[in-house]
Nanobody, 122 residues
């Protein structure tokens, strides 16, 4: 079993920054690619960013240039640095992990955290 625990969400004003963290525990050797999804009320869940074990990354077009995903394999932790936040970034953000070490649509995410709320509002 794998456990993913997110932290770092909260309320921030437009233009502000937040850093999300996700700590993995359990059978961590089964995790290769890690990522962040988000889901806003009434909207479909979307993949925000993902990172392979070797550090390759991809991002949703809506967050390119504003968000940065990174990981510390020694700490079994993945981060999402979010800058220049907009109201439309408001959502529940979920940490996720996949056995497959790849990016793109062919990756199935096997493990999920409980989610952390990010609210961007003045």
């Amino acid at each position: 079993q794998v456990q993913l625990v997110e932290s770092g969400g909260g309320l921030v004003q437009p233009g502000g920054s937040l850093r999300l963290s996700c700590a993995a525990s359990g059978n961590i050797f089964s995790i290769s690619t890690m990522g962040w999804y988000r889901q806003a009320p009434g909207k479909q869940r979307e993949l925000v960013a993902a990172i392979t074990s070797g550090g390759r990354t991809n991002y949703a077009d809506s967050v390119k240039g504003r968000f940065t995903i990174s990981r510390d394999n020694a700490k079994n932790t993945v981060y999402l640095q979010m800058n220049s936040l907009k109201p439309e970034d408001t959502a529940v953000y979920y940490c996720t992990g996949a056995r497959k070490d790849a990016l793109g649509r062919g990756v199935e995410y096997d493990y999920w955290g409980q989610g952390t709320q990010v609210t961007v509002s003045s």
